[in-house]
C-alpha cells in the first residue's frame, strides 16, 4: 500500500487518537489549539513526516512528532506507531491544587487578598 505523502492535519490528529472525532480536530485547528511546527495550524493543513504537532488538550499540551502519515482510523497499537510523543510530563494532583479557591458569596476579594492571589499564582 503506497503511503501518501502528506495528510490533513485534522485527520491525522483524528486518526492517531488525539481527538476523539475528526470535526473536534478541526474545531481545535479552528479555535487555534493546534500547531505545526510552531505556527498555527487551519484544519486542511498538510502535515508530513518529521513534523512536530502541538495539541491542547484539558488545559495541557501534547506534543508529538509525525512518524507515519495516516488518513483513516485505525487500531491503538498501529496508531501509537504512527507518532513520537514528546509531551512534558502531567502536573501532579498536588500541584494542580495551586488555585485559588474563595468561598462562595464572599464577594470582591479586598486589596490584600487580591495580593495573595496573585502571589500564590505566581505573579
Do not use: Y
Not at 40 to 52: M, T
Not at 79 to 100: F, G, K
Amino acid at each position: 500500500m503506497d503511503s501518501p505523502s502528506s495528510v490533513r492535519v485534522d485527520a491525522w490528529i483524528w486518526a492517531v487518537r488525539l481527538t476523539k472525532t475528526r470535526s473536534a480536530g478541526a474545531t481545535a485547528c479552528r479555535a487555534g489549539h493546534v500547531r505545526v511546527n510552531g505556527e498555527r495550524a487551519k484544519p486542511a493543513q498538510a502535515v508530513r513526516i518529521g513534523d512536530e504537532v502541538r495539541l491542547r488538550v484539558a488545559g495541557f499540551d501534547r506534543v508529538v512528532e509525525v512518524r507515519r502519515l495516516i488518513a483513516k482510523r485505525v487500531g491503538a497499537d498501529v496508531a501509537a506507531e504512527c507518532l513520537i510523543d514528546r509531551s512534558p510530563p502531567l502536573p501532579t494532583p498536588a500541584e494542580r491544587q495551586v488555585v485559588a479557591v474563595r468561598d462562595r458569596g464572599a464577594g470582591r476579594p479586598t486589596k490584600r487578598e487580591r495580593r495573595d492571589i496573585e502571589r500564590l499564582r505566581g505573579r
